[in-house]
T-cell receptor, first 114, second 110 residues
Framework: EPEVTQTPSHQVTQMGQEVILRCVPI?????FYWYRQILGQKVEFLVS????????KSEIFDDQFSVERPDGSNFTLKIRSTKLEDSAMYFC????????????FGSGTRLTVV | GQSLEQPSEVTAVEGAIVQINCTYQ??????LSWYQQHDGGAPTFLSY????GLEETGRFSSFLSRSDSYGYLLLQELQMKDSASYFC???????????FGTGTLLAVQP
């Protein structure tokens, strides 16, 4: 079964550093998403991406965040100048746009900011 | 704002039936999805209701009432491996994003 792949699985970074989280969506999917889950809390929508541009972003997705699809397979989330409160699990998801059934999540990157 | 509320914890015994409720206030609502999450791993899709009524998938069933802005997930013949967090999520909006509920931690006891 096709998978969404995320790397690294765990990243530790110092406050103020930049991090890039990487995702390889399912190959024939057209819609890409990033979600965040702070430990013990609900999953929160960050951003959606379609046709090589951001289609929607939440109020969490401020200027320290950016997304990019640098080539035909990767989808990245960059966090500039990380803060302690950015520590969370970050999930990438992709969708074929055909409905809720076609939505697939990756296994996540656990980001720890120290 | 958009919100989906769930009970924080539910406890049940093996073999029993448990219902997890979800009440929502969202815009651009297409339907209600349910996800299972073990120990902070990837949310795994369980079920989706686009229309009012009951959807059955094996031991899991899900119900939606749009007029009441309410849905539930029903788990039958509970097994120990069903111990996990369960999230409802509204699906829709211009970009088909998911807005997740507060989550319910289900503990299945022997």
């Amino acid at each position: 079964e096709p998978e969404v792949t995320q790397t690294p699985s765990h990243q530790v970074t110092q406050m103020g550093q930049e991090v890039i989280l990487r995702c390889v969506p399912i190959s024939n999917h057209l819609y890409f998403y990033w979600y965040r889950q702070i430990l013990g809390q609900k999953v929160e929508f960050l951003v959606s991406f379609y046709n090589n541009e951001i289609s929607e972003k939440s109020e969490i997705f401020d200027d320290q965040f950016s997304v990019e699809r640098p080539d035909g397979s990767n989808f990245t989330l960059k966090i500039r100048s990380t803060k302690l409160e950015d520590s969370a699990m970050y999930f990438c998801a992709s969708s074929d746009g055909q409905g809720a059934y076609g939505y697939t999540f990756g296994s996540g990157t656990r980001l720890t900011v120290v | 704002g958009q919100s989906l509320e769930q009970p924080s914890e539910v406890t049940a015994v093996e073999g029993a039936i448990v219902q997890i409720n979800c009440t929502y206030q969202t815009s651009g609502f297409y339907g209600l999805s349910w996800y299972q999450q073990h120990d902070g791993g990837a949310p795994t899709f369980l079920s989706y209701n686009a229309l009012d009524g009951l959807e059955e998938t094996g031991r899991f069933s899900s119900f939606l009432s749009r007029s009441d802005s309410y849905g539930y997930l029903l788990l039958q013949e509970l097994q120990m491996k069903d111990s996990a967090s369960y999230f409802c999520a509204s699906y829709g909006g211009a970009t088909n994003k998911l807005i997740f509920g507060t989550g319910t931690l289900l503990a299945v006891q022997p």
